[in-house]
T-cell receptor, first 113, second 118 residues
Framework: GENVEQHPSTLSVQEGDSAVIKCTYS??????FPWYKQELGKRPQLIID?????GEKKDQRIAVTLNKTAKHFSLHITETQPEDSAVYFC????????????FGKGTRLSVIA | GAVVSQHPSWVICKSGTSVKIECRSL??????MFWYRQFPKQSLMLMAT?????????EQGVEKDKFLINHASLTLSTLTVTSAHPEDSSFYIC??????????????FGPGTRLTVT
């Protein structure tokens, strides 16, 4: 089955700096790669996703890149703000319409003002 | 976007009792729902896949006789934790893909249920 590795487990950055979180996956059949932000006690919130036919996607300060050959994808947050502090999870799935997401272990991001 | 609700949002029960958690898709039909469990400072771990009108599929290591799943309709799946013990205390979250919806790839998460077994 799919296995998703996520690094780093914790990340501290100064406000205004960039943050990068990286994930690798094992199943070449996976074709959907979402990123979630989770605040304490709340549900995961989808912040950006990418499909296997796209190499990069950007939404304001957030971008995701995908390298299918190397089986890795990354989340980039620019101009970080204190409210970006949370736990971020990457995930992968070969068919999210009827198969579950496999999550990475998460990255705790702290943005220091 | 599509909405998934869970009830209750939190529950405290005594060891040995059973607790039922409901997961509802409010504005779409979900033939499949997924149940995850999240322990403090850990990731979401899939427990089982709930299929409308058929038996659930459980992940390895999850006791199907302890975690009973019933997907009785296209909008409701229930998870019953039977004979709960303190080690079952966790955050339980359901998710559902919107079958045939415009956002085929997105799965919608419920708000989660915090279970504490004393």
């Amino acid at each position: 089955g799919e296995n998703v590795e996520q690094h780093p487990s914790t990340l501290s950055v100064q406000e205004g700096d960039s943050a990068v979180i990286k994930c690798t996956y094992s199943d070449s059949a996976s074709n959907y790669f979402p990123w979630y932000k989770q605040e304490l006690g709340k549900r995961p919130q989808l912040i950006i996703d990418i499909r296997s036919n796209v190499g990069e996607k950007k939404d304001q300060r957030i971008a995701v890149t995908l390298n299918k050959t190397a089986k890795h994808f990354s989340l980039h947050i620019t101009e970080t703000q204190p409210e970006d502090s949370a736990v971020y999870f990457c995930a992968a799935s070969p068919n999210p319409g009827n198969t579950p997401l496999v999550f990475g272990k998460g990255t705790r991001l702290s943005v220091i003002a | 976007g599509a909405v998934v609700s869970q009830h209750p949002s939190w529950v405290i029960c005594k060891s040995g009792t059973s607790v039922k958690i409901e997961c509802r898709s409010l504005d779409f039909q979900a033939t499949t729902m997924f149940w995850y469990r999240q322990f403090p400072k850990q990731s979401l771990m899939l427990m089982a896949t709930s299929n409308e009108g058929s038996k659930a599929t459980y992940e390895q290591g999850v006791e199907k006789d302890k975690f009973l799943i019933n997907h009785a309709s296209l909008t409701l799946s229930t998870l019953t934790v039977t004979s709960a013990h303190p080690e079952d205390s966790s955050f339980y979250i359901c998710s559902a893909p919107q079958t045939g919806g415009p956002s085929f790839y997105e799965q919608y998460f419920g708000p989660g249920t915090r279970l504490t077994v004393t």
